[in-house]
């Protein structure tokens, strides 16, 4: 069973929470969110704020700048490779106990669809707004990275 390797990234005064489903291998290996180069997250972080990431200490700055946390639906689960079909026995983060100790999150926004899917299995109930965000993975291909970094802009336009 792995374990997910990081806390999560939330400043005081984050507005949104963005989720994903759980760190890639790259992410495993480079000790990072999103840390595969193919993956287009921090491109379009990038695209959205106009300001360049190059290295960690800008992305986490970039997050702390635009009031975004960061964080993974799941806490456990077995796999044998990045991809999120193949996630298999899945336990979930305490997502609720993070939105009871950062209350300034308005906003939970999901960059996987399963993601999206263990979320609401388990905190339904929770009164705060949600949304999906296109996948950033390099599998998913269906959009270019400029309609991706659209749609994100666009849809986070409120809290940006």
């Known amino acids: 069973m792995l374990q997910h390797p990081f806390k999560p990234i939330v400043f ?50 970039l997050l702390k700048e635009l009031k975004f946390g960061l964080w993974d639906v799941i806490k456990s689960c077995r796999r044998e490779n990045s991809s999120d079909s193949n996630l298999k026995d899945t336990l979930v983060n305490n997502i609720e106990s993070t939105l009871q100790d950062y209350t300034t999150i308005e906003l939970i926004a999901f960059t996987s669809k399963l993601a999206q899917k263990l979320y609401n299995q388990n905190f339904s109930h929770l009164n705060i707004d949600t949304i999906y965000l296109p996948s950033p993975s390099p599998a998913y291909a269906a959009l270019s990275l400029e309609k991706k970094a659209y749609i994100y802009k666009e849809s986070l336009e409120e809290y940006l």
């Open 12 to 61: 005081k005064g984050c507005k949104v929470l963005i989720l994903g489903s759980f760190p890639s291998v790259k992410s495993f290996e480079n000790s990072f969110y999103y840390a595969n180069p193919k993956n287009q997250f921090w491109k379009i972080l990038s695209e959205i704020s106009g300001y360049p990431i190059n290295n960690r200490d800008q992305k986490l700055w």
